[in-house]
C-alpha cells in the first residue's frame, strides 16, 4: 500500500496527494496525519491536491474528514492546486468542503494560516484585556 508523505515545514504539514486515493490509503493517510499533528502539535496542514486530476465524492469527504479531525487537534486545514476542473466537479457532486480554506498554491496556504493563528492570537489578546478589567 501506498503512503502519502507528510512533510513538516515550520508549525505547518504538507501533505501532497501525488497517488490515487484509495479507501486504505485514505484511512492510513488520516491517522498517519492525526499522529503527526499531535507528535508535533502544527497548528495548520496543508493538502496539495495539484497532481489530481479528478476528484470524486470519496476524495471530498476524505477531504472534509481530514478537516475535521484536524480541527478537533487544533489545526486548520487548507486545500490548494485545486484545478478548475476539479472545482467545477465538487460544486456539481454538492460537496461545499464545510470547514475547508481554500487557497490556489502551498504559498498562500501557508499566509491563510499565518494569519487565521494571527488572528486567533489577536482573540486571545482581547479576551485577556476584558478579564483583567473586569476584575480590576
Given amino acids: 500500500m501506498e503512503?502519502?508523505?507528510?512533510l513538516k515545514?515550520?508549525?505547518?504539514?504538507?501533505?501532497?496527494?501525488?497517488?490515487?486515493?484509495?479507501?486504505?490509503t485514505a484511512i492510513q493517510l488520516q491517522e498517519d496525519l492525526?499522529?503527526?499533528?499531535?507528535?508535533?502539535?502544527?497548528?495548520?496542514?496543508i493538502i496539495d491536491i495539484?497532481?489530481?486530476?479528478?476528484v470524486d465524492s470519496f476524495v471530498g469527504r476524505m477531504l472534509s474528514t481530514i478537516a475535521s479531525i484536524s480541527k478537533v487537534l487544533d489545526a486548520e486545514t487548507v486545500v490548494v492546486g485545486m484545478r478548475p476542473a476539479v472545482a467545477i466537479t465538487l460544486v456539481e457532486l454538492g460537496l461545499s468542503l464545510n470547514g475547508i480554506r481554500t487557497a490556489l498554491n502551498v504559498e498562500r496556504g501557508m499566509e491563510h494560516i499565518a494569519a487565521s493563528r494571527?488572528?486567533?492570537w489577536?482573540?486571545?489578546?482581547v479576551d485577556?484585556?476584558?478579564?483583567t478589567t473586569a476584575t480590576s
Fill in 3 to 6: 503512503r502519502v508523505p507528510i
Fill in 9 to 24: 515545514i515550520g508549525d505547518i504539514l504538507l501533505v501532497s496527494i501525488q497517488v490515487d486515493m484509495s479507501d486504505q
Fill in 34 to 45: 492525526a499522529e503527526r499533528i499531535v507528535a508535533t502539535g502544527c497548528h495548520g496542514v
Fill in 50 to 54: 495539484t497532481a489530481l486530476d479528478i
Fill in 118 to 120: 494571527s488572528d486567533e
Fill in 122 to 125: 489577536d482573540e486571545m489578546d
Fill in 128 to 131: 485577556e484585556d476584558s478579564e
